[in-house]
């Protein structure tokens, strides 16, 4: 590689928001397989995301923003920040559709939208209010939506509006899911229609026990500072209730014990009746359950206990056509994550379910794989039974409806989403995403233990060149791993940390996605293992590849990574030699109780879990470079984390440096910020490793 493209790489990865705009995204196939919905933007640079059709194979644009704006007001809600911080885009972020496909109504601005898929131009459907969330009744005729904490539904005919719950005090909302429902339950909804549109299910959400914090700008003393409800592992969740609620304005409380199960995990209502999971607070029971929509009543239709923590499978319970129920469960004695139908296995030993993507009749879509650092398409159906989809190695995802899949991957070579449509020649999404100027090499180690590594060399470095400085970039915690056969973001910055003169390893330890008992091992530790995994990954590198120089080892990571890397300089100085952490959790009591308390219990109960878990505390042990970067606005793990720690270590006398990021959330979306801080944190690596500039050629 040459030097003005490596130079030119933090530029273009801001500006291309990690090259992701560009690419087809968020997919809904119809029932009969002849339409696909689809949001892209205008290029690799455009942050602005439009709404695209594909039918006979060619693609159409349904609805531009630039078009439509006028200037509305936009809501202030907390859903809003989230989606745009999981999408990285501006203008239509998310959609609905009605059950056949042929209306879309999506939020612009805090205004309603609805596009025909016929043809016609988008057209505004009038809303009470700076409206969020809307979602389309199956027959197309309504739009349920959230404004100022109320649910409405307006007739799309003639915009007649139906106020169908309104919250009673300032603390209560109606139809948006809770903090800990969207961060760390998978379940970004409060609403959910009948199947016949008569009704909905509606979350009711009460935060008046719910902690407040304030979070201000320090770069802006002017500024009202933003209170936020945030439920701290201990304290006091929100008060979550689901209601029936008729167009007619009628309402039936759907009841179960919520004093014993108070995480409403999951809701969906299909062709057999309201079905939903609830879970005990300390996560270890998992009961799914019927109601009957006219009387509330609950019965359980079945019950999942685990002596860690019960998992929540995206998409699960469902049920197929005939009323079968689906869902996921830990096979003990496999160490499997199976797909049951009825209570009975239909997957085999060994090959980790991860989400249920649809059900059409009795056919289940679902994403799985026996490499945990893979994840495929599978079908099942009773007869042929499971069947892949995707074989080649990457992650792969669908949307289906009647003979069409849409598959979306992630593969060495980049990202891709395909068409297949039966009797007829595949075919692709357009993506106008922009070629990165790197081209990762990642080199797949297999460490001890199951331990997983990518290395990356610098594409002008040959064996026996000279010692290279390390750099470990990792994740390392649940949920996601990196060491993956997948051209991702983190493997381009990975490479290009490499091109300027490192060995950069990304390693998987345990408690990232595996097998059950993989996932567990951080139980009442989420610190001193995860660094111990590292060190391991590290000497077993170093063991394949002599040009490693172990005197000097530096460490980068971001959230989980962040909190990774500071505890590797502060635990063991004598492998790692300087720290760039990213908004780390310091404190593990100031994050959140769904999150914190499935892996280390209630720190009433287990105090010492969360001593183990945290950095605060070991500030006087401090004696390499570490570099703390935090946004102040980030509203998931607050600035106090950096803060706190960096206090404990001036007061202990211990140099450090802080790069606090005013207006930042947890992911840095300012373009300029983004690039330098890459350039930053490199001139820190830099120096701190005694690390020169690279010898390209």
């Not at 972020?93 to 805090?110: H, K, W």
């Not at 004598?574 to 209630?602: C, I, K, M, N, S």
Request: aromatic share 6%; hydrophobic share 40%; net charge negative.
């Amino acid at each position: 590689m040459n030097a003005n493209r490596a130079n030119e790489f933090p530029h273009r990865l801001a500006r291309t928001r990690k090259y992701t705009l560009g690419l087809p995204h968020g997919t809904t196939v119809s029932p009969d397989g002849e339409r696909v919905l689809f949001l892209r933007t205008g290029s690799g640079t455009d942050p602005v995301a439009r709404l695209w059709l594909y039918e006979a194979g060619e693609e159409r644009e349904l609805a531009d923003p630039a078009a439509l704006a006028r200037g509305g007001a936009e809501p202030a809600a907390e859903r809003v920040r989230r989606e745009r911080a999981r999408t990285r885009t501006a203008g239509i972020t998310a959609y609905a559709a009605d059950a056949a496909v042929r209306l879309v109504v999506f939020a612009l601005g805090g205004e309603l939208w609805a596009v025909r898929t016929g043809g016609s131009a988008p057209f505004r459907v009038p809303a009470a209010g700076p409206a969020v969330d809307p979602r389309l009744s199956p027959d197309g005729r309504y739009v349920a939506y959230v404004t100022g904490g109320a649910l409405h539904a307006v007739r799309v005919e003639d915009g007649e509006d139906r106020l169908l719950a309104a919250p009673e005090g300032p603390d209560v909302t109606y139809g948006l899911p809770e903090h800990v429902a969207a961060e760390s339950m998978h379940r970004d909804r409060g609403h959910w229609w009948a199947p016949d549109s008569g009704a909905l299910l509606v979350a009711r959400v009460d935060e008046a026990g719910v902690q407040r914090w304030h979070l201000a700008d320090p770069a802006d003393p002017a500024a009202e500072p933003r209170a936020v409800r945030y439920p701290v592992a201990g304290s006091a969740n929100a008060d979550v209730s689901l209601h029936v609620v008729t167009l007619d304005g009628r309402r039936t409380e759907v009841r179960w014990d919520r004093a014993a199960y108070e995480y409403l995990a999951t809701v969906r209502w299909d062709a057999h009746g309201p079905l939903l999971g609830v879970q005990s607070r300390d996560q270890r029971i998992l009961l799914t359950l019927g109601a009957d929509p006219d009387t509330g009543d609950t019965r359980v239709l079945a019950e999942t206990r685990d002596a860690h923590w019960t998992r929540l499978v995206p998409g699960t319970p469902a049920r197929t056509a005939s009323g079968a129920l689906l869902r996921v469960a830990n096979d003990t004695a496999t160490d499997t994550y199976r797909l049951l139908r009825d209570g009975e296995p239909v997957t085999p030993a060994g090959l980790q379910v991860r989400a249920v993507l649809g059900v059409t009749g009795e056919r289940v879509l679902f994403t799985a794989a026996g490499d945990p650092a893979e994840r495929h398409v599978w079908s099942y159906e009773p007869g042929p039974g499971c069947t892949p989809l995707t074989g080649e190695p990457g992650h792969h995802a669908a949307a289906a409806g009647g003979g069409t899949t849409v598959l979306e991957s992630v593969t060495p070579a980049g990202p891709a989403t395909r068409v297949l449509a039966a009797g007829r020649a595949a075919a692709a999404l357009v993506s106008v995403a922009e070629e990165p100027a790197v081209r990762p090499r990642p080199r797949r180690l297999d460490g001890p233990e199951g331990l997983r590594s990518n290395l990356f060399l610098p594409s002008w470095h040959s064996p026996g060149d000279g010692p290279l400085p390390v750099l470990l970039d990792p994740y390392g915690g649940p949920g996601l791993r990196l060491a993956v056969p997948a051209r991702g973001w983190w493997t381009l910055v990975s490479q290009w940390f490499a091109e300027q003169g490192f060995a950069v390893l990304v390693t998987d330890g345990r408690a990232t996605p595996g097998p059950p008992s993989w996932e567990r091992t951080n139980t009442g530790d989420k610190r001193d293992t995860a660094v111990a995994d590292q060190v391991r990954g590290l000497q077993a590198a170093a063991a394949g590849h002599p040009d490693l120089d172990l005197e000097r080892v530096g460490i980068r990571g971001w959230s989980f990574g962040g909190f990774l890397a500071a505890a590797a300089v502060l635990t063991r100085p004598d492998v790692f030699h300087a720290a760039v952490a990213g908004a780390p959790v310091t404190d593990a009591r100031l994050y959140d109780t769904h999150y914190q308390e499935r892996f280390l219990g209630h720190p009433a109960k287990y105090p010492e879990h969360y001593d183990r878990s945290s950095l605060v505390g070991l500030g006087h042990r401090l004696s390499r470079p570490l570099l703390l970067v935090h946004g102040l606005a980030d509203d998931n793990v607050v600035a106090a984390h950096t803060l706190r720690l960096s206090a404990e270590l001036l007061a202990a006398g211990r140099s450090h440096s802080v790069l606090p990021v005013p207006g930042a959330s947890h992911m840095i979306s300012d373009n300029a910020i983004a690039e330098n801080l890459l350039w930053f944190e490199l001139a820190f690596l830099r120096r701190e490793l005694n690390a020169g500039p690279p010898a390209y050629v």
